[in-house]
């Protein structure tokens, strides 16, 4: 998945609701997790190009 043409408020709003889901799995013990390998990918891939564009976000904390 390519995210070159993204405009930079799109790669920041993906990425944090994905990061939200993640909180919110982890801040119910668990009983909701999102955050499968396919959802891991996909926020690396964004991470990346957000790095690339030296965007400022709040890391994913993958801890399960």
Not at 29 to 50: F, H
Request: net charge positive; charged share 40%.
């Amino acid at each position: 998945m390519s995210f070159s043409q993204s405009k930079d408020e799109r790669l920041l709003a993906f990425y944090e609701n994905v990061r939200r889901l993640v909180d919110l799995g982890q801040r119910t013990g668990g009983g909701y997790r999102p955050a499968g390998e396919s959802v891991k990918k996909y926020a690396e891939q964004l991470r990346k190009e957000m790095d690339r564009r030296r965007l400022r976000y709040v890391q994913i904390d993958w801890r399960e």
